[in-house]
């Protein structure tokens, strides 16, 4: 079997849902262009400011999409079979993720570009919104922490290709560094120089392609400036990519976010274009070149993944369901929307769009033989090589199309660092009430200086194996972004009860709600506990990773009873999910940059 015999129905599938079940939701959530949206109302041009939505669809695409519609996919399709990981995909973007999405960023819109954790708060209690806020902030930093550490190791070292050529981690830092330059000068070429978009598009767009391709004709191989390992390299960068996230989340949206999230969008737009392309042009699909090798289904359980079930639902992560998404459309997302309608593309088709980035990263796998060697290798390296494979068909050369594929995952990444950071800051300001500069600076440094520890840290297994920060943080993190995306679609379902009292409510969002409660408690509770367990009984771990894990729980129980007796509860007005809050700006996603 063919990749494209696959591939072309999983396209059509999510074009057909986008389509159909995708005017149902802007149906069903009432969708109005004459209602004027807060990026209208409190526009200051910092954080509110309207954005056409083909801006704000790259920019938003861009944070949203990350590594997890890369690592994920592969990490499950080699564990247990690409079918399903597959169905997964697809099942859960069309049903859940897209509607975890879509409702998150309308439920901002209405309550004034607000938070999630604002909308608890006003539709169940403020100890709830305390303790969503809680749950955030410690996710964040497990997110941060993960795609901080992979992010770094394409930074280092070499990546042998079949054709006897290397790949240097130095080349693709280059192109990284230079990358980061590119989106800058192009917000103070729109800004100051009215430059259109358009045209800004034309000029930046190629000269991201040719970073790529100086890269690696200028290495900045950090281990061998300064004399140390790969090992002190990647964690040295590691720390180096928290540096510039303090810096990228202090700076206007104008001069770094939106431009980068339009570049990063239309590059990963050409990543996905390049690699169909590719396939359908290629003539050896039929010489089975690119068939479809690894085997569809292995095993219900393995002993690095564990069981398919749970933990195939929380391992493919932001590839079907990410609760990140929600702090993007409400973080940033919303106070940029330019009309409610906007809604239905950015909220649900940026979700289908990245079920597509998680379905070509799972062919990066199918291609590949049960017993080949590259399957052992780390997630972001096997989808590079499988990229760089499919664009190699258009006659791109294959140390070009690599560092493509790492660029493109890198681009994913930089997008999720600094909102991420920036979000962890606005919690810091609600949660202590600092405001003004200092407390800006304070709550970005807190944020991004947790997650040295953990990158500083030793990692081992328990066979003393040093294994990479990302591998230990990675179930952990889909466990708590999956949770995190039940609390947010528990939230949303409790405003949409107390404001509608609706029967498709338990339909569209309280299914969904239930069954990634239920499969992220689940694999939180199989991951956390054994760590307290030892041979002569409980034990107190070292580790700040499964206290935290504890914590989650602890939090999330509470916040499921506290959702319980707000559904219950009284009716809710519907004129509150309108109606401007006091100051119009407070909330914890809402403080000033």
Not at 203 to 209: A, C, Q, T
Not at 457 to 478: C, D, H, I, M, Y
Request: with cysteine.
């Amino acid at each position: 079997m063919s990749l494209l015999a696959i591939l072309v129905p999983s396209a059509v599938v999510l074009a057909v849902a986008y389509r159909l079940y995708g005017a149902v939701l802007a149906r069903l959530f009432r969708l109005d262009d004459a209602a004027p949206t807060p990026a209208v109302t409190l526009r200051d041009d910092v954080d509110y400011e309207p954005v056409a939505p083909q801006l704000l669809m790259g920019q938003h695409f861009s944070a949203i999409a990350a590594a997890g519609p890369i690592v994920g996919p592969i990490l499950a399709g080699v564990a247990f079979g690409w079918l399903p990981a597959l169905v997964w995909i697809l099942l859960g973007s069309i049903f859940i993720g897209g509607v975890h999405d879509f409702s998150a960023l309308v439920a901002s819109v209405r309550h004034q570009a607000r938070s999630i954790a604002e909308v608890v708060r006003e539709h169940m209690s403020r100890r709830s919104y305390l303790l969503f806020l809680a749950f955030v902030w410690i996710a964040l930093i497990y997110i941060v922490v993960a795609f901080t550490d992979i992010t770094a190791s394409s930074f280092v070292g070499r990546q042998a290709l079949e054709n006897g050529e290397t790949v240097s981690g130095g080349g693709i830092a280059t192109s990284s560094l230079l990358y980061l330059v590119l989106p800058i000068v192009m917000g103070l070429c729109m800004r100051f120089l009215k430059m259109p978009l358009w045209l800004a598009t034309i000029v930046f767009l190629p000269l991201v392609g040719a970073a790529i391709w100086v890269g690696q004709s200028i290495p900045f191989d950090l281990g061998r400036t300064l004399g140390t390992s790969d090992v002190v390299a990647q964690k040295v960068w590691g720390v180096a990519l928290l540096v510039y996230c303090v810096g990228a989340a202090m700076v206007p949206m104008w001069m770094l976010l939106q431009p980068r999230g339009h570049l990063g969008g239309c590059f990963l737009y050409v990543a996905l274009a390049g690699a169909a392309i590719g396939l359908v042009a290629s003539d050896r699909l039929v010489a089975g070149d690119m068939a479809v090798r690894y085997p569809a289904f292995t095993s219900w359980h393995t002993a690095r993944a564990g069981d398919l079930v749970p933990m195939l639902f929380i391992t493919i992560a932001c590839g079907a369901c990410s609760g990140f998404h929600s702090l993007i459309a409400s973080g940033t997302t919303s106070k940029q929307l330019r009309r409610e309608s906007d809604a239905r593309v950015i909220g649900y088709g940026t979700m289908l769009l990245e079920a597509m980035v998680a379905l070509v990263s799972l062919c990066c796998v199918m291609v590949l033989a049960g017993d080949d060697q590259r399957v052992g290798q780390p997630p972001n390296f096997i989808y590079a090589l499988g990229l760089g494979r499919f664009l190699e068909i258009l006659g791109i050369p294959s140390t070009i199309g690599v560092s493509f594929a790492l660029m493109a995952f890198t681009t994913f990444v930089y997008d999720t660092l600094d909102v991420c950071t920036r979000l962890g800051r606005y919690i810091i300001q609600e949660l202590t009430g600092l405001t003004g500069r200092a407390g800006a600076w304070l709550g970005t440094i807190v944020t991004a200086g947790v997650p040295v520890v953990f990158i500083l840290r030793p990692q081992a297994e328990a066979n003393g194996v040093a294994v990479p920060v990302w591998k230990t943080f990675w179930s952990l993190f889909g466990a708590s972004n999956q949770l995190l995306a039940a609390l947010t679609l528990l939230g949303v379902t409790v405003w949409l009860w107390r404001t509608r009292r609706a029967a498709w409510v338990w339909l569209v969002t309280g299914l969904p709600t239930a069954f990634m409660y239920v499969m992220s408690t689940w694999a939180l509770v199989s991951m956390t506990l054994p760590r307290f367990r030892g041979t002569e009984g409980v034990v107190f771990p070292t580790d700040p990773v499964p206290w935290a894990g504890l914590v989650l729980l602890a939090l999330s129980t509470v916040m499921l009873v506290e959702a319980v007796l707000a559904i219950i509860g009284p009716r809710q007005p519907p004129t509150t999910s309108r109606a401007p809050s006091p100051g119009g700006r407070r909330g914890a996603i809402t403080v000033g940059g």
